[in-house]
Structures are given as structure tokens and as C-alpha cells.
Nanobody
Framework: QVQLVESGGGLVQAGGSLRLSCAASGRTYSSHVMGWFRQGSGKEREFVAS????????YYANSVKGRFIISRDNAKNTVYLQMNNLRPEDTALYYCTRGTGPWEYNYRGQGTQVTVSP
């Protein structure tokens, strides 16, 4: 059973930063891709970023490129999302995902809320 547990969300002012963490239970294999999606209230689900476990290749949505950084810690089986220069439009439930492709997933966590005030 795969479990993904997010932490690090909260309330921040525009221009501020937050760091999200996702601890994955079970072994992560080289074929896996870990990522983050988000969904704002009344909005569609949106891909944010992902990272390939075998070669560390990273993928970003255009809306976050240059502001967000995805990284991983193999020893801890954890993936991070450093979010800088946050904007009110980044407000959403962010959830951690695991799949085999950069923009899809088979498993997701419960999510952590990020709220950015103007």
C-alpha cells in the first residue's frame, strides 16, 4: 500500500515562500515519477511539478517555472516543493503524487492547503 503524506502548507503573504514535503511509504523505484498537483476552489486540477526518480529530471508548469523548485531525498523517500515569490493565484490544495509519467499519477496524498494573501 502506497501512502503519501504531505506537510508544510499554510498561510503566507504574496511574495513569501513555503516549502512542502511529501513522505512516501513503500519503496520508490527508478521507474517512478513523484510530483505535485494542485486544485484551487472551483478550479480544475493543475499539474505543478514532477521529478523522475531515476535521473532527477524535473518538469514544471509554465505558471510556476522560475519560482518553484522540486527536489528529492532518496534516503528519506521524500520529495519537496520549494515555493518562492508566491502569488494569490497559487492558493490551492497541493497534493503529492506518484506515477510513471511526468504529468500523470496512480497515487495521491490527502493534500496540504496553501493560501496566499494579497
Amino acid at each position: 500500500q502506497v501512502q503519501l503524506v504531505e506537510s508544510g502548507g499554510g498561510l503566507v503573504q504574496a511574495g513569501g515562500s513555503l516549502r512542502l514535503s511529501c513522505a512516501a511509504s513503500g519503496r520508490t523505484y527508478s521507474s517512478h515519477v513523484m510530483g505535485w498537483f494542485r486544485q484551487g476552489s472551483g478550479k480544475e486540477r493543475e499539474f505543478v511539478a514532477s521529478i523522475r526518480w531515476n535521473d532527477d529530471r524535473k518538469y514544471y508548469a509554465n505558471s510556476v517555472k522560475g519560482r518553484f523548485i522540486i527536489s528529492r531525498d532518496n534516503a528519506k523517500n521524500t520529495v519537496y516543493l520549494q515555493m518562492n515569490n508566491l502569488r494569490p493565484e497559487d492558493t490551492a490544495l497541493y497534493y503529492c503524487t506518484r506515477g510513471t509519467g511526468p504529468w500523470e499519477y496512480n497515487y495521491r496524498g490527502q493534500g496540504t492547503q496553501v493560501t496566499v494573501s494579497p
